[in-house]
Nanobody, 126 residues
Framework: QVQLVESGGGLAQAGGSLRLSCAAS????????MGWFRQAPGKEREFVAR????????YYRDSVKGRFTISSDNAKNTVYLQMNSLNPDDTAVYYC???????????????????WGQGTQVTVSS
C-alpha cells in the first residue's frame, strides 16, 4: 500500500508562484512514476505532469509547459510541482498520483496510476 500526502496549495495572484509537495510512503518506488493531476469544479480530472523515479523523465500538458516544473527527491520519496506564472485557469484541486512506470496505460490518463493523494486546493485570483 502507498500513502501520498500533498501540501503547498493555497491562494496566489495571477503571475505568482506556488510549490506543491507530495510525500510518498509505504512501498519502494523502483520502476514507478509519479504524476500530478488537477480537477476544476464541473470538469474532469486532467493530467498536469509526470516524472519517473528511475530516470527522471518528465512530461507536461501543453498549457503548463515552460511554467510548471516537476521534480523529485528520491532520498525523501517526495515529488514537487513548482508552478510559476500562474493564471486563473490553473485554479483547481491538485492531486498527486503514483503508479508503475510501465502500467500498460497511456501516461496522461488516470488509469496509469494506482494510488492517489487527498488533493490540495490551488486558487489563482486575477
Amino acid at each position: 500500500q502507498v500513502q501520498l500526502v500533498e501540501s503547498g496549495g493555497g491562494l496566489a495572484q495571477a503571475g505568482g508562484s506556488l510549490r506543491l509537495s507530495c510525500a510518498a510512503s509505504g512501498r519502494t518506488f523502483i520502476n514507478a512514476a509519479m504524476g500530478w493531476f488537477r480537477q476544476a469544479p464541473g470538469k474532469e480530472r486532467e493530467f498536469v505532469a509526470r516524472i519517473t523515479w528511475s530516470g527522471g523523465s518528465t512530461y507536461y500538458r501543453d498549457s503548463v509547459k515552460g511554467r510548471f516544473t516537476i521534480s523529485s527527491d528520491n532520498a525523501k520519496n517526495t515529488v514537487y510541482l513548482q508552478m510559476n506564472s500562474l493564471n486563473p485557469d490553473d485554479t483547481a484541486v491538485y492531486y498527486c498520483a503514483a503508479g508503475r512506470q510501465y502500467s500498460g496505460f497511456t501516461y496522461y490518463t488516470t488509469r496509469a496510476y494506482d494510488y492517489w493523494g487527498q488533493g490540495t486546493q490551488v486558487t489563482v485570483s486575477s
